[in-house]
Structures are given as C-alpha cells and as structure tokens.
C-alpha cells in the first residue's frame, strides 16, 4: 500500500529567503505526487504534480517540486518566500499500478510561516 | 474554481442525532470523494462514488454512509454522530485527466457535542 511522510509539523522562513517543504513516499511502482496548499478555513488547492519525465516540476505561485527516485522523495520549493505562503501542505501520492481503486493517499501536512 | 459547493460549511449537533452533509458540483465529474481532515492524521477518506448509486468504502467508514442519485450531487449521512465524528468533512471531485487530481469543496465544519 502506498503511503506518504512529511517529516516537519511546521517549517520556518523569513521572507525572501528559499524555503523548502519535505515529502517522501512508498509505492510499489511509479508513483504520481501531487502537492497541495490549504489556506485557513479554506479546502485544497492543488499546486502541482510529478508523472513522468523531468524530475523538476513547475506549479502555481511560483512553487516548484524535485522529484527523486533514488530517495523516494518529493520536496517543494520556492527560491524566494512570501508571507502570502504561509499555509498548510499536503503531499499526496497515487500508484497508477494499482489494478484496484487508485486512492489519493495524503501525508499529515507540514504548516509553513513566512515571518516578515 | 473547480464548481463544488458544501452545505452546511458549519454545524453543531448533539451526539446522537443524524447529519447529512451535502456536496453538489457542476462539473459533471464522475468521481467524488468525502474525506475528513483531524489535526495529525491529515485527510482520510470516508467514502467515494464512482457513477450514480455507485459508492464504495474507504479507509473511516464506519458510522457514514452515502448515497449518489444525481451525478452532481454526493450526501453524507452520521446516522447517529458521536464526538469523535467532530471534524471538518471535504468533498473532491477527481479531475478528468488520466492523472487524476483532485479539486476540493470549501469544507464543511462539524461540532458534536
């Protein structure tokens, strides 16, 4: 079964630095990732997602993921951060190979605060 | 926007008394999902649809049910809400490319007392 970790409850940055938010997954074949923002009192918003080819992906809001088979991993990024990011993440993972329901399994999401 | 709409977004019951909370879409999307989000266990599923009276289990089912008569419309029912129950409920609809992201509702915030 797949499953995903997000290491960090909660991730600090002062604005305008790079931040980075940590996600890493198990599936038994290729996996599709997906990250998503929540903003308070609002539902999901997807930002971006890893199926195949480049291992760096481009999202919403100036977000970006690098996807790393080696270390099962799937971080998001962004080179300058906002206060306008602080929300809460969601990485998300779905394996394709799945012959039965192919379920989004999401991790338990990392709070980020961009400090002015 | 992804046209999902939740109703209530808020509610306070009374352990014991039945809830149904309604999620419509205007996408037409043949997917649907409720799922309830709880401080440190991110979301989990409750139930999806796969088609009009197609539903199945996922993974906290117990004590929710579901029905789809309408494509654009997925009910779920605490027949008899317990406090453990209190949680904010997202319904998502999955999008129609082979990826299959999801889009979510507003959320629906629930108290039991």
């Known amino acids: 079964a797949q499953s995903v970790a997000q290491p960090e409850d909660q991730v600090n940055v002062a604005e305008g630095n790079p931040l980075t938010v940590k996600c890493t997954y198990s599936v038994s074949g290729n996996p599709y990732l997906f990250w998503y923002v929540q903003y308070p009192n609002r539902g999901l918003q997807f930002l971006l997602k890893?199926?195949?080819?480049?291992?760096l992906v481009k999202g919403s809001y100036g977000f970006e993921a690098e996807f790393n088979k080696s270390q099962t991993s799937f971080h998001l990024k962004k080179p300058s951060a906002l206060v306008s990011d602080s929300a809460l993440y969601f990485c998300?993972?779905?394996?394709?190979?799945?012959?039965?329901?192919?379920?989004?399994?999401f991790g338990t999401g990392t709070r980020l605060l961009v400090s002015p | 926007d992804a046209g999902i709409t939740q109703s209530p977004r808020h509610k306070v019951t009374e352990t014991g008394t039945p809830v149904t909370l309604r999620c419509h879409q205007t996408e037409n999307h043949r997917y649907m999902y409720w799922y309830r989000q709880d401080p440190g266990h991110g979301l989990r599923l409750i139930h999806y649809s796969y088609g009009v009276k197609d539903t199945d289990k996922g993974e906290v089912s117990d004590g929710y049910s579901v029905s789809r008569s309408k494509t654009e419309d997925f009910l779920l029912t605490l027949e008899s809400a317990t406090s453990s129950q209190t949680s904010v409920y997202f319904c998502?609809?999955?999008?129609?490319?082979?990826?299959?992201?999801?889009?979510f509702g507003e959320g629906s915030r629930l108290t039991v007392l």
């Open positions: 998300a993972v779905r394996d394709p190979m799945n012959t039965g329901f192919q379920k989004l399994v």
């Open positions: 998502a609809i999955r999008s129609g490319t082979d990826t299959g992201e999801l889009f």
């Open positions: 890893y199926i195949t080819g480049d291992n």
